[in-house]
């Protein structure tokens, strides 16, 4: 038993690590097959960036089908977005071809079945382009009213319905060679790059480029089912490229083997892993269940970081760009300073919030990475590498160490109630909610004041007021709150405690909340799952606070009594004077 | 402050504060100030501030962004209306869009809560002084947040804002107030192009009529339209006040202000009626339509002098002048994504003998003189410029404040930290 529980954390971290290798190998394909990878690698110029065609094919499958993987039907096997992709600008304009009849367009909304007379698929909803087909007039009728309604006065199903349009859209554009800007231009600027029906228009007026005919015979190719001849038409046109676009190549491809590794979707697997290694600890087998845990989440956080490195590398900016980046930042400061506490004080609760913060972060991201390229390009004010390496990258550590208090005392109060915190774990716990609130603090503080620093700079205001700014300045208020009313005495741990969660209200309000409001500078648009996971999330927190302002008599923490004074704190006011 | 602060290792120890002074009669002033400096009223004040702040966010959903500033942040008081909750229950927890609750509450402004925890926390440094490392770190944080408090405190009361509007090829020399109108009466035959008189609209509404030395005759407010359609062509329906000038034929009708929450940040544009009388007699010359809708001055004959008048933004002239040579808009290709705007300007400032060419860009403005130039907007069609032009003489301090706090905050918080894993190190030991 002693010799298992020595190797059992080894095991763990070695299986794990060697899943991941595996993750990495690329797929082999035989000569007499179409070689979708290599297809996948070539170049494409889309949202005023060069990217591989694969990374086209699964944001914009991703967007139609919420997957980046597609399927004939729900029991068809998967197959990859670039064959969609390529299928769709081979036959996408007639009905009777495979791609027409692939089930990729996402509809759940009963209206807008009902209007197209589908039936509903729980659990598939998705249908295809032949099923919609016919009722496209009635489709683009009904979105012409929508275009006219305010966007404030528009209800669920006209903004699905207006989704639904786009997705059309947007398949019809790749069908008819409009998207995306597939032929390279022969200067190497990037701004000459043409779509394939822009460039056949342009060889038809006499301004010939080779690589049209060079895309025009790999896509004929594969339409006339010749993988051979595809595969080698496919190499040439990479091969004639090297010359001039040798740079942007090298970080297509590694883009390439970023998409097919995945490195986020590992992550938030072995972060599951890790939650319940963590859990299963406090049942048995404390100390090498801890011990795995620990050493999971420090593979993991491994491939993390590699994972935001290599996004940095692609994009040539600072790690924190847009709310996909943010989120998949802020799983990383959660997990790394987790790690660190756990380090300080080996009692597993470390390692269980890492693997929650690190789970819940992930799987929040790859719902935001929905709406698109998560490597957009940035906006004109957002186009300066400090400030978002200052500001945005510090004022993000700042809501991570927020919300990892909060969820401390989130621990905090659910073992209180489980009967299983002790005077150590209480004592334990509430430093760390303490010193994290005071690293919180620092951050929110630093990250907001520069931020206005950088308004300032680009606005000629140092401070405007604009609800994301308020969001920040409320963190930064609700810290300092915190802290002096612990050093006023006026709370005491089950308080810090549920201070801390009431944190992660507020820092939910601030992250996301403020962008539902539809006005200000920082206004990314209304989303509606994102307002509605809010709710939950504020219901969540409420509940864990409503359970820790219970009295004590419903916690059942047997020596908890005597340790934990109530809430208010009125003979503590002769701290505050000198007596 | 630090004598209430809990030691992280053992909050048991805070209970039972240890008397290290023998005890002495309190002064006066410091019965005043004890009660000021307590730290349970900095919590409150924390939670009324906190309050405060998330009202005036609420409130943008239904003003400007800057009546929300004036009347929540730069007051002392203000009246919160109900609705703006159940705004946010209609955005977060599905209210039906129906629902509308008239009235509101007072509550405090920012003036107020921002002097009082400005007075909290000088009485607390008052009554509790003590200068060693422990407290190094919190002195430091605290004078940090007393420069930037007053850092707001002078923006709000002495920052001026205005806009350069320039065209390509032209060149200006003055600085646009748009939020402040003033009737100009420009006299041609004058030397420079300042020789100008102006009566500020908002004299014009106090006063109804105004008589100055200056003015080569009267003016008398007959109506003004903050907002305004621009002027259509006048019926035989219409009530026409206009006698005189380009009013004679078309009219201007009111329209209501445009609030903050407009989403394409387009401004009011003011129109005004306007009675011209003879200075001293009285004789009425006419009623002049004035507008902003009009690009040019409309000339008004006053005893043989002709003079130019129109309705304008305030203009403050400057002793330079900024010419645009070219304004660029550029797009990421194959997008509608705006990647940069930038202005190349000329400035020419003859008493200073300055004459360079500058770019000024997104995040790159031009500082000059104690006033900022930066890249706020552009003309439609990219044919000119907008350059935003400010002179905050509190600009510096928010920097100061910054770089003071974050430094405090890394002593006390370090100082504390290594302190408790030096205690964890021996206790482990």
């Given at each position: 038993m002693k010799g298992f529980a020595r190797f059992l954390?080894?095991?763990?971290?070695?299986?794990?690590?060697?899943?991941?290798?595996?993750?990495?190998?690329?797929?082999?394909?035989?000569?007499?097959?179409?070689?979708?990878?290599?297809?996948?690698?070539?170049?494409v110029v889309d949202g005023g960036r060069v990217k591989p065609l694969d990374t086209f094919a699964r944001t914009n499958l991703m967007l139609v089908s919420s997957r980046q993987t597609y399927a004939q039907n729900m029991d068809a096997p998967k197959q990859p977005a670039i064959k969609w992709v390529l299928e769709a600008m081979t036959s996408g304009n007639n009905e009777e071809s495979a791609v027409a009849k692939a089930e990729v367009f996402r509809i759940e909304n009963d209206q807008i079945l009902s209007l197209l007379e589908l039936k509903p698929r729980p659990q598939w909803w998705r249908y295809s382009l032949a099923e919609i087909g016919d009722k496209i007039p009635v489709l683009v009728n009904e979105a012409k009213r929508v275009d006219r309604t305010d966007p404030k006065q528009r209800d669920q199903f006209d903004v699905r319905l207006l989704d639904l349009t786009q997705h059309l859209q947007l398949y019809v554009n790749i069908a008819q060679y409009r998207d995306p800007m597939l032929i390279a231009a022969s200067d190497g600027d990037v701004n000459h790059w043409m779509a394939l029906g822009q460039a056949i228009e342009a060889a038809q007026n006499g301004q010939s480029n080779p690589n049209t005919r060079a895309v025009a015979e790999i896509l004929l190719a594969y339409k006339q089912g010749k993988p051979e001849e595809f595969n080698r038409k496919?190499?040439?046109?990479?091969?004639?490229?090297?010359?001039?676009?040798?740079?942007?190549?090298?970080?297509?491809?590694?883009?390439?083997?970023?998409?097919?590794?995945?490195?986020?979707?590992?992550?938030?697997?072995?972060?599951?892993?890790?939650?319940?290694?963590?859990?299963?600890?406090?049942?048995?087998?404390?100390?090498?269940?801890?011990?795995?845990?620990?050493?999971?989440?420090?593979?993991?956080?491994?491939?993390?970081?590699?994972?935001l490195i290599a996004r940095m590398y692609i994009q040539g900016r600072p790690p924190v760009t847009n709310l996909y980046s943010s989120a998949v930042f802020?799983?990383?400061?959660?997990?790394?300073?987790?790690?660190?506490?756990?380090?300080?004080?080996?009692?597993?609760?470390?390692?269980?919030?890492?693997g929650v913060t690190g789970l819940a972060t992930l799987i929040i991201a790859h719902h935001l990475a929905a709406s698109g390229d998560t490597l957009e390009m940035m906006q004109a004010v957002l186009d300066t590498n400090f400030w978002l390496a200052t500001h945005v990258t510090i004022i993000t550590l700042g809501y991570t160490a927020t919300f990892v208090a909060g969820f401390l005392g989130v621990a905090y109060i659910l073992m209180g109630v489980a009967n299983a915190l002790t005077r150590d774990r209480i004592k334990t716990l509430s430093q760390m909610i303490y010193g994290v609130v005071c690293f919180a603090m620092l951050l929110s503080f630093t990250g907001t004041v520069l931020g206005g620093i950088w308004a300032d700079q680009s606005w000629g205001r140092f401070w405007g007021w604009d609800p994301k700014e308020n969001g920040a300045l409320m963190i930064v208020i609700w810290n300092a709150l915190i802290l002096h009313a612990r050093w006023g005495g006026m709370i005491k741990q089950r308080g810090l405690a549920n201070l801390?969660?009431?944190?992660?209200?507020?820092?939910?309000?601030?992250?996301?909340?403020?962008?539902?409001l539809g006005v200000g500078l920082h206004a990314y648009g209304f989303n509606n799952t994102l307002a509605t996971g809010l709710t939950i999330f504020w219901g969540l927190m409420g509940a864990c606070i409503l359970i820790g302002l219970l009295p004590l008599g419903c916690w059942r923490t047997p020596d908890a009594p005597a340790k934990m004074p109530v809430l208010t704190g009125r003979k503590k006011e002769v701290l505050t004077t000198p007596s | 402050?630090?004598?209430?602060?809990?030691?992280?290792?053992?909050?048991?120890?805070?209970?039972?504060?240890?008397p290290t002074a023998p005890r002495r009669k309190r002064s006066a002033l410091e019965n005043l100030l004890v009660p000021l400096a307590s730290l349970r009223l900095t919590v409150w004040l924390f939670v009324l501030s906190f309050f405060l702040v998330f009202a005036g966010t609420l409130a943008q959903t239904e003003f400007s962004i800057q009546q929300?500033?004036?009347?929540?942040?730069?007051?002392?008081?203000?009246?919160?209306p109900w609705q703006l909750f159940v705004r946010f229950g209609q955005i977060f927890f599905g209210f039906p869009t129906s629902w509308s609750v008239s009235g509101s509450f007072p509550f405090f402004g920012g003036w107020l809560l921002g002097s009082a925890l400005l007075v909290n926390l000088l009485a607390a440094h008052l009554t509790r002084f003590k200068l060693s490392w422990q407290r190094s770190g919190i002195l430091l944080i605290h004078s940090g947040l007393v420069v930037m408090m007053l850092g707001e405190l002078v923006t709000g009361l002495y920052a001026i804002e205005g806009r350069m509007a320039i065209r390509e090829g032209e060149s200006i020399n003055y600085v646009e107030q748009f939020d402040k109108l003033e009737i100009a009466v420009v006299d041609?035959?004058?030397?420079?192009?300042?020789?100008?008189?102006?009566?500020?609209?908002?004299?014009?509404?106090?006063?109804?009529?105004?008589?100055?030395?200056?003015?080569?005759?009267?003016?008398?407010?007959?109506?003004?339209?903050?907002?305004?359609?621009?002027?259509?062509?006048?019926?035989a329906e219409d009530k026409n006040p206009a006698t005189a000038g380009l009013g004679k034929e078309e009219i201007a009708v009111e329209v209501p202000s445009r609030s903050g929450a407009d989403p394409n940040q387009r401004m009011d544009i003011a129109s005004a009626y306007v009675t011209i009388k003879e200075k001293g007699n009285g004789n009425v010359l006419g009623t002049w339509l004035l507008s902003q809708w009009y690009s040019r001055p409309q000339p008004i004959a006053v005893g043989g002098k002709t003079y130019d008048v129109a309705l304008r933004s305030k203009r403050t002239y400057k002793p330079y002048t900024i010419g645009l040579i070219d304004f660029k808009h550029e797009v990421y290709p194959g997008t509608n994504k705006p990647k940069n705007f930038s202005s190349e300007i000329r400035l020419v400032d003859p008493s200073r003998e300055r004459d360079r060419t500058v770019k000024i860009s997104m995040n790159d403005p031009l500082r000059y003189r104690g006033e900022t130039f930066y890249q706020a907007s552009f003309l439609e069609g990219?044919?000119?410029?907008?350059?935003?032009v400010v002179r905050n003489p509190g600009w510096l301090m928010p920097y100061i404040s910054c770089a003071v706090v974050t430094f405090g905050m890394i002593l006390h918080f370090g100082l504390h930290l290594l302190r408790f894993l030096n205690q964890r190190a021996t206790t482990a030991a």
């Open positions: 954390p080894w095991c763990v971290v070695g299986l794990c690590a060697l899943h991941l290798v595996q993750a990495m190998l690329p797929e082999r394909t035989a000569s007499d097959k179409f070689n979708y990878d290599a297809a996948g690698r070539l170049p496919v190499a040439d046109y990479r091969d004639s490229l090297e010359k001039v676009y040798g740079a942007d190549l090298k970080k297509t491809d590694f883009e390439v083997f970023f998409n097919h590794f995945e490195p986020f979707y590992q992550c938030a697997v072995l972060y599951g892993l890790v939650l319940v290694l963590a859990c299963l600890s406090w049942i048995g087998f404390s100390e090498p269940l801890n011990k795995a845990a620990f050493w999971l989440a420090g593979l993991t956080v491994i491939v993390h970081t590699w994972a802020i799983g990383w400061g959660c997990v790394l300073l987790c790690l660190v506490l756990e380090r300080i004080y080996r009692n597993g609760l470390g390692n269980a919030v890492a801390a969660i009431a944190g992660n209200m507020v820092t939910g309000w601030s992250y996301f909340g403020t962008n539902q | 402050m630090e004598k209430t602060v809990v030691p992280t290792s053992g909050p048991a120890v805070a209970v039972t504060p240890t929300a500033v004036d009347q929540y942040f730069r007051s002392f008081f203000v009246w919160i041609p035959s004058g030397k420079t192009e300042e020789d100008v008189t102006v009566v500020p609209v908002k004299l014009l509404q106090r006063r109804g009529t105004v008589t100055h030395p200056d003015l080569p005759f009267d003016l008398e407010l007959v109506q003004f339209m903050p907002n305004s359609n621009e002027p259509r062509k006048a019926t990219d044919i000119g410029t907008v350059l935003q």
